[in-house]
């Protein structure tokens, strides 16, 4: 039985990142999991100032310690312009000057969701080339296009993405045993 990490990379009360990563925790009956909601770890924007004059925040810290404590991490980005949010990208940039291999040894399941056709499939790609440089092993990946219409009542109603997604969780966690 694993223990696994699992959260959005959105700080959005209506995060549909969040309600993905939601679903997907509901379908890990065989491991012990720790579901965190990132609108309650609001991190000041990355300056050297700040970390010279403040240091680093407890918040930080803990996160960073269940992120090391956890053999796997599910996330599933979000996107601002063909890109990660900077909530996330500031939160990567947080945890890499703690620790530069805050991920090491840690296996991903990446996701990603949005509203659009695209399934914020340009966040999806740039966080997975960014996070092997922390350390962690992506091993699956998934994308949500229009999420609004293919997922209600918390559930994937397109039995396509449905399989998609049920694959990629299998691989995620079929890495590790």
């Given at each position: 039985m694993a223990a696994i990490l699992a959260f959005a990379g959105s700080n959005s009360s209506t995060s549909i990142n969040y309600r993905l990563v939601q679903y997907t925790t509901s379908l890990l009956k065989e491991h012990d999991f720790q579901l965190l909601n990132m609108t309650r770890y609001p991190f000041p924007m990355y300056s050297e100032d700040d970390e010279k004059q403040k240091?680093?925040?407890?918040?930080?810290v803990e996160l960073k310690e269940d992120i090391q404590k956890a053999e796997g991490l599910i996330v599933s980005v979000n996107e601002h312009n063909g890109n990660p949010s900077a909530y996330f990208k500031n939160v990567l940039d947080w945890l890499s000057r703690l620790d530069r291999?805050?991920?090491?040894?840690?296996?991903?399941?990446?996701?990603?969701?949005?509203?659009g056709k695209r399934g914020a499939k340009g966040s999806l790609e740039v966080v997975n080339s960014l996070l092997p440089r922390f350390g962690g092993e992506v091993v699956s990946t998934f994308s949500m296009p229009g999420f609004h219409e293919n997922f209600e009542?918390?559930?994937?109603?397109?039995?396509?993405?449905?399989?998609e997604h049920?694959?990629?969780?299998?691989?995620f966690l079929e890495s590790l045993k």
């Open positions: 240091g680093y925040s407890n918040s930080l291999k805050f991920l090491e040894g840690t296996k991903v399941f990446l996701m990603s969701a949005s509203g009542k918390e559930d994937i109603t397109n039995d396509a993405l449905k399989k049920a694959s990629a969780l299998t691989t």
